[in-house]
């Protein structure tokens, strides 16, 4: 079973599923569960509790394949909601099952598993040890795509243990695989790698460049988790680039789609990030109020770098708001005995809160205790850019109150002592880096010491690096005002696509009905959805072809009365539009008095007038209408392009089913409009074929799909007597005979004459339902003609005929047909038959059309003797020796008297 599937791959299964209803396969709808996991999580748990409930009486292999399966896909449910214990325990009972039956897919899955759950603990080796069983067990599979997606999630975990190795290591293959045509997946994990180490780097173009795109592949692999954590880093992104506004816009996009999902770790990350950037903007109510939301979600995850985050989130905000009480309080929460280890850079940042809270308070001796130690975790670390940080928060100490010198104190002040040993900290490589903050304060320093000279000199260096800030902050506009335009365009691009995606789905929904209310309704819907309408109405011309009729309208929800304007009206815009044939645009000025040319409707100022064109013939006008004004662009109109080019075949197809090639036409010719979408053709060439295959009146196959698709079998089967008969000291091959049962209706002219054709009609429909009773899903069934069917029993057994054979004249006898309300008739059918290869020491002996021949002079002997029977023709011994096989099909009981054909019927022959 695949790991993950694109939209598209989805889509059809969800399709398939849903579509076959009861009859769905059991291994189809454990797929679709575990392809919900991430899209529906509640409906991914509900089928698979089901599916569970229908396999736990089966024993055999598959079953318990499927089994595991299922319980794996609950697994990664628990671990979504944040239950990771649960989620580990049901794993690791997983794997020995999985090993004793080979399932090495299943066993990979898990290990993955497994890496996530260790990666949301913070556990970094355990998630090491995780993605390495996976790639193990990913090679030992065969599964290129599971093995390469292992392999790049090592390369995420590397990237985070040591970014110049992992992208040394990784980089070139990251950026081939990315240039392939791949799975959506892994072009996802390619852009993360990249985006993670750009953001690392400060390489903001190549974030935003890419992160973008990761968006829009996650959404074509269903990856949910992933996008709202994407969304979050693009946020992450604005906000290093001081855009507060731009990166709040992303963080809530992040949100408005984790919220729903209802995922721990996810929701809570983006509430922290919300928060952030809010605290960032002084919005100090609504960031304390999302890290009150977020923290009790991430509490299970409290071993993880996001809950210790959340934690200095919280502090540093109590800090802001002068509230150093609290602060204190989470820094000492954030080293409780009982909490685990945390990040060394996140406990530097909590040790400084809690050394300038202890300041505040009053308590200085405590505060120099405090940032001392985290100098010393610093020196001992080997960390420079926060030994800077700590050698400034002693210096900020030591001006606030009077303390102790240091013993190897050399400048002037204790202050001034701590600020040099900060400016310091900078190698010479990073002096450009130095903050301009830090020589700011060694300039006041000094004034406040009265030493001017250097107070100017520092003060000087300080302009320097606040015009090299200021030359980076115009760096980062320029990134900034870039990203935007290749943001919007992407997101134009995208959603582009994502309507044509969407008009192609409608399309689908549309021509799918033949009932005109059901495609009134549909449209209705599906315009409300894509347009601002208030009205919407579809005008249909009569058979004169002297008026248009309203044939549906609706406006606010509230269905129009009838209606309708003689084709010779002089102003009506549905007239305009049918009698030209052309769309009719229209902008009402408030003030002219003409926005509600119809009494009771509301006042319109905008409008659409659509021709409903199928082929070369007119049916009606399709319109909505706005009471907003200029509601209708560009874009909008070839929206109801499209949806009236549908709407027109799927009336069409009501009322004549027939003019559907004629309608595509119109189709391909609507979409093109809407931005050259050239595979509509394809799509309506694949619907024309599927409809020329298939009988209109039955929805079974007709005679151009057998002859189109029976050449296949037909060689399939030969190929095997063929192998035998160069090999007869083999066995004789085994399903591998095609049956040919011709089935006719007993008596079906009386149904027709006494009760009228819609009643024939009627029961040449239901037959459908009983062959497909009495046969199997890979058997062809196949209208023939009038109220005659062929049946081809695939892949079976020659011997095998007159059960087949007796289960369809069964399943024709056994129940009454439903002719009307409250009316049933009671009929048979006859079946006749014959096998291919009919001779089979001479398999090409007779063509299938021959053997046809056979099974319909059976079903001729049949008839004769008595209907409600069936009879079956097949070789002798003596067959073989036939010279002119065309007597077995003139004379088959002459055949059969000599010896040449045996006769099977269900009763003895009159």
């Not at 628990?78 to 066993?107: C, Y």
Request: aromatic share 6%; charged share 20%.
């Amino acid at each position: 079973m695949d790991l993950f599937l694109s939209d598209e791959e989805y889509a059809k299964l969800d399709a398939a599923v849903v579509s076959a209803g009861a009859r769905a396969g059991i291994a189809e709808r454990v797929a679709l569960a575990w392809h919900l996991r991430e899209r529906d999580s509640g409906r991914a748990r509900r089928l698979a509790e089901q599916a569970l409930a229908e396999l736990s009486e089966s024993n055999d292999q598959r079953s318990a394949r499927l089994r595991l399966r299922l319980q794996l896909l609950l697994a990664e449910c628990h671990w979504l909601f944040a239950q990771l214990d649960l989620a580990e325990a049901q794993a690791r009972t997983i794997i020995p099952a999985a090993r004793t039956l080979s399932d090495v897919l299943i066993l990979a899955d898990a290990h993955l598993l497994l890496a996530h759950i260790a990666g949301d603990r913070g556990d970094l080796p355990g998630r090491c040890a995780e993605l390495d069983a996976t790639a193990a067990m990913a090679v030992g599979s065969g599964d290129d795509f599971r093995m390469e997606f292992a392999q790049l999630c090592i390369a995420h975990a590397a990237l985070r243990q040591n970014i110049a190795s992992a992208s040394a290591q990784w980089g070139a293959h990251v950026r081939d695989l990315l240039a392939k045509p791949v799975h959506p997946a892994l072009h996802v994990m390619c852009n993360e790698f990249l985006t993670f180490e750009a953001l690392q780097t400060s390489d903001f173009a190549t974030v935003f460049r890419v992160c973008s795109h990761t968006v829009s592949a996650l959404k074509r692999a269903g990856m949910v988790r992933q996008i709202a954590l994407s969304m979050t880093m693009l946020g992450v992104a604005f906000a290093n680039l001081n855009d507060d506004t731009q990166a709040l816009e992303w963080m809530q996009r992040s949100l408005e789609l984790a919220r729903p999902t209802g995922w721990p770790l996810v929701l809570g990350n983006a509430l922290l990030q919300v928060s952030s950037v809010q605290r960032s903007l002084g919005q100090f109510e609504a960031a304390q109020a999302a890290l009150d939301e977020a923290l009790p979600l991430l509490a299970p995850l409290q071993s993880s770098r996001t809950y210790a985050l959340g934690l200095v989130y919280m502090a540093e905000l109590q800090r802001d708001l002068k509230q150093p009480a609290a602060a204190l309080e989470a820094a000492r929460q954030f080293d409780a005995p009982s909490a685990a280890p945390r990040p060394l850079d996140l406990r530097l940042n909590m040790m400084a809160v809690e050394a300038l809270s202890l300041s505040k308070l009053g308590r200085p001796h405590e505060a120099l205790v405090a940032a001392h130690a985290a100098l010393q975790l610093v020196r001992e670390a080997d960390l420079p850019l926060h030994l800077s940080d700590a050698l400034q928060t002693l210096a900020t100490l030591y001006s606030q109150h009077d303390l102790p010198a240091p013993p190897d104190m050399q400048a002037a002040s204790p202050s001034l002592h701590y600020l040099l040993l900060s400016l310091a900290a900078f190698s010479p490589e990073q002096q450009s880096s130095v903050p301009p903050s830090v020589f700011d304060a060694i300039a006041a320093e000094y004034a406040k010491l009265g030493d001017h000279a250097q107070a100017y000199a520092y003060a000087q260096k300080a302009r320097a690096a606040s015009e090299a800030v200021h030359k980076q902050d115009v760096s980062k506009r320029l990134i900034l005002l870039e990203t935007k335009f290749h943001t919007e365009r992407g997101e134009l691009l995208s959603q582009t696509s994502a309507t044509l995606e969407r008009l192609s789905q409608i399309g689908q929904e549309i021509t799918g009905h033949l009932q005109e209310q059901a495609v009134y309704d549909t449209l209705d819907h599906n315009v409300h959805g894509l347009l601002r309408a208030n009205h919407f109405s579809v005008y249909l011309l009569d058979a004169a072809g002297e008026n248009l009729l309203l044939a549906y309208g609706a406006e606010d929800g509230r269905r129009l009365a009838s209606f309708s304007a003689p084709m010779s009206h002089p102003t009506a815009n549905i007239v305009r539009c049918a009698a030209q044939r052309r769309e009719v645009f229209i902008e009402v000025d408030p003030s002219s008095g003409k926005n509600n040319p119809i009494p009771g409707t509301l006042q319109t100022l905008s409008a659409m007038f659509m021709p409903l064109i199928s082929g070369e013939q007119l049916l009606g006008v399709m319109s909505i209408q706005s009471t907003q004004a200029h509601a209708y662009a560009d874009r909008e109109r070839l929206i109801f392009r499209s949806l009236a080019a549908y709407g027109a075949i799927a009336i069409d197809n009501a009322q004549n089913y027939r003019r559907l090639e004629a309608t595509l036409v119109s189709l391909h010719q609507a979409q093109a409009e809407v931005l050259d979408k050239n595979q509509e053709l394809e799509r309506a060439y694949q619907s024309l074929k599927d409809i020329s295959l298939t009988d209109p009146l039955t929805g079974l196959r007709n005679r151009r799909f057998l002859e189109q698709n029976l050449a296949g079998e037909i060689s399939q089967c030969l190929r095997h007597y063929e192998d035998w008969r160069r090999h007869p000291e083999q066995p004789a091959p085994q399903d591998a005979d095609l049956i040919f049962l011709l089935v006719d209706i007993d008596h079906f002219k009386r149904v027709n004459d006494d009760w009228g054709h819609p009643a024939g009609d009627a029961v040449l429909v239901q037959m459908r339902a009983r062959l497909q009773q009495a046969c199997r899903d890979s058997d062809y069934l196949v209208r023939w003609g009038g109220e005659e069917f062929l049946v081809v029993a695939r892949a079976t057994n020659a011997s095998a005929a007159p059960d087949f054979a007796e289960r369809i004249r069964a399943a024709v006898a056994q129940q009454p047909f439903d002719i009307e309300a409250a009316a049933r008739l009671a009929l048979t059918c006859s079946v006749g038959f014959a096998t291919l290869p009919f001779v089979p020491s001479q398999p090409e002996r007779l063509d299938w059309q021959q053997v046809v021949g056979l099974a319909d002079q059976a079903l001729y002997m049949a008839k004769r003797s008595g209907r409600n029977t069936w009879v079956g023709l097949s070789a002798t011994a003596q067959t073989p020796t036939v010279g002119d096989i065309s007597e077995l099909l003139l004379s088959p009981q002459a055949s059969a008297n000599a010896g040449w054909l045996r006769i099977e019927s269900m009763r003895p022959m009159a």
